[in-house]
């Protein structure tokens, strides 16, 4: 059974950066895509960063474009979420999601991934 561990959060003031990990255990990922999504009390769980492979491609929510950046290490069968120039409105829950499938044009939902992680708190102050 695949599980995911997120790790990385944290407090940060208003530009400051953050790098979140997502370690993928219990199963192979030769393919597969990994995704970022975010969720703020009152909101709907909302996409951030996506990665697919082989052939690497990434995606990113309008929000974030030009200041976060998605990566992934295939050795260590783990994702990265860099944030830089953080802002008070990245404050929330932000969780990893898995797919051993490449998802071509619905990583932003949530639907058709199998495995989450528990969750890592980002706090932005201003």
């Known amino acids: 059974q695949v599980s995911l561990l997120e790790s990385g959060g944290g407090w940060v003031q208003a530009g400051g950066s953050l790098r979140l990990s997502c370690a993928a255990s219990?199963?192979?990922?030769?393919?597969?895509?990994m995704t970022w999504f975010r969720q703020s009390p009152g909101k709907e769980r909302e996409f951030v960063a996506a990665?697919?492979?082989?052939?690497?491609?990434?995606y990113y929510g309008d929000s974030v474009k030009g200041r976060f950046a998605i990566s992934r290490d295939s050795r260590k069968n783990t994702a990265f979420l860099q944030m830089n120039n953080l802002r008070p409105e990245d404050t929330a829950v932000y969780y990893c999601?898995?797919?051993?499938?490449?998802?071509?044009?619905?990583?932003?939902?949530?639907?058709?991934?199998?495995?989450w992680g528990q969750g890592t708190q980002v706090t932005v102050s201003s």
């Open positions: 990665i697919r492979w082989p052939g690497i491609s990434t």
């Open positions: 219990g199963g192979t990922f030769s393919s597969g895509t």
């Open positions: 999601a898995a797919s051993q499938q490449r998802i071509i044009s619905s990583y932003v939902y949530t639907a058709p991934y199998s495995y």
